[in-house]
């Protein structure tokens, strides 16, 4: 379906953008609305820190604002076009999708912004593995 090694792969999945072998998150499933935003600190095949500096993910909330723009503008063009909804039914319609697709924009987004930063490395190998040396 998808070919590991995509930015849409590692996207749409969730998946670590380095290694793309395990979840970012500790719930795969993104309608658990509790545990949407809960990750994992580091990918345990690769060693990635996903928190790459403090607050790294609040840039995340520019790319949710464009996820739910194209989603508010799909909706409209649904609902005006194809069904021929009045103005009110259109907004209505937009509110209702907008809130339907939460989880997912939120998650997405996520996932977008940090394989803005980090590429697929097909060579990467559990030696090469970031972990401190325990003493």
Known sequence: ???K????????TGSCPKCQNESMYVDKNPLHLGSVLKMNEDC???GLHYQIEPSFFYGAMYVSY?????????????SKLLFN????????SIIVALIIT????LRWSRNIYINMFVS???TFN???KNTIPKI
């Open 1 to 3: 379906m998808l070919k």
């Open 5 to 12: 090694g995509s930015k849409l792969n590692s996207i749409l």
């Open 44 to 46: 345990s095949h690769c």
């Open 66 to 78: 464009g996820l739910n723009v194209a989603v508010g503008i799909a909706t409209f063009i649904i």
């Open 85 to 92: 909804s009045s103005l009110k039914t259109s907004f209505i």
């Open 102 to 105: 939460a989880p997912l924009v």
């Open 120 to 122: 697929y490395d097909p």
């Open 126 to 128: 559990k030696k090469k």
